[in-house]
Nanobody, 125 residues
Framework: QVQLVESGGGSVQAGGSLRLSCAASGRTFSSMGWFRQAPGKEREFVSAISGGGSLTTYADSVKGRFTISRDSALNTAFLQMNGLKAEDTAVYFC????????????????????WGRGTQVTVSS
C-alpha cells in the first residue's frame, strides 16, 4: 500500500518559516513534488526534486524562498519555506511522478500518480 503523509504545516506570521515533510512508504519513489491549493483556486505546482536529489525545480513564485530536499534513506522529502507571505497560504500536498523533473510536464498536476492528504499552511500578514 503506497502512502504519502505530509506534516509540518501550521500558522505563522509573514516573514516566518516552516519546514514541511513528506514521508513515503510502500515503495521507493523517483521524482517527488510539492503542490499547493488555496481556497477557490486550482492546485498549483510549487517544487519538485529528482530521485537522487541532485536536480530541483521551483515555481517562480517561490524561487529564492523555498528549498526542496530529500532523504532517500528515509524515503522522505522536505520543503523548507522561508520568507513566507500571505499569498503562500494554502493546503500543501506532496506527490510522486515517474517523469524526470527536467520534463516540462513535471509541473503538471495530472502527471502525478500518488498524493498525500495535505497539510495546511496559514500565513498572516
Amino acid at each position: 500500500q503506497v502512502q504519502l503523509v505530509e506534516s509540518g504545516g501550521g500558522s505563522v506570521q509573514a516573514g516566518g518559516s516552516l519546514r514541511l515533510s513528506c514521508a513515503a512508504s510502500g515503495r521507493t519513489f523517483s521524482s517527488m513534488g510539492w503542490f499547493r491549493q488555496a481556497p477557490g483556486k486550482e492546485r498549483e505546482f510549487v517544487s519538485a526534486i529528482s530521485g537522487g536529489g541532485s536536480l530541483t525545480t521551483y515555481a517562480d513564485s517561490v524561487k529564492g524562498r523555498f528549498t526542496i530536499s530529500r532523504d532517500s534513506a528515509l524515503n522522505t522529502a522536505f520543503l523548507q519555506m522561508n520568507g513566507l507571505k500571505a499569498e503562500d497560504t494554502a493546503v500543501y500536498f506532496c506527490a510522486t511522478t515517474v517523469l524526470p523533473i527536467t520534463s516540462a510536464r513535471a509541473m503538471d498536476v495530472r502527471e502525478y500518480g500518488y498524493w498525500g492528504r495535505g497539510t495546511q499552511v496559514t500565513v498572516s500578514s
